[in-house]
Nanobody, 119 residues
Framework: QVQLVESGGGLVQAGGSLRLSCAAS????????MGWFRQAPGKEREFVVG????????SYADSVKGRFTISRDNAKNMMYLQMNNLKLEDTAVYHC????????????WGQGTQVTVSS
């Protein structure tokens, strides 16, 4: 069973930066396609960014392109989300997710970490 644990959330002013981390256990991150999702209060969960099983390709939601960067450290079995130039609308609970390959639904989810952007 894959377990995912996020960390790194917090309170930051608009324009600031945060780096979220996702620690995986049960399988190596190199054997998983992974991604980040977020859910703001009163809104549905939305896709933020994904990295393919090969690690060679990523996809970003338009709202975060140019500001967020996903990365994976196979040696540490970790995934990261570097978030720069944060905006008020980035406030949400951020969830790490994983799936066995690029073609099935995400099946493993972390509990989430809160990111709050203040003005």
């Amino acid at each position: 069973q894959v377990q995912l644990v996020e960390s790194g959330g917090g309170l930051v002013q608009a324009g600031g930066s945060l780096r979220l981390s996702c620690a995986a256990s049960g399988r190596t991150v190199s054997s998983l396609a992974m991604g980040w999702f977020r859910q703001a209060p009163g809104k549905e969960r939305e896709f933020v960014v994904g990295i393919r099983l090969s690690g060679a390709m990523t996809s970003y939601a338009d709202s975060v392109k140019g500001r967020f960067t996903i990365s994976r450290d196979n040696a540490k079995n970790m995934m990261y989300l570097q978030m720069n130039n944060l905006k008020l609308e980035d406030t949400a609970v951020y969830h790490c997710a994983a799936r066995r390959n690029d073609y099935v639904a995400y099946q493993y989810w972390g509990q989430g970490t809160q990111v709050t952007v203040s003005s």
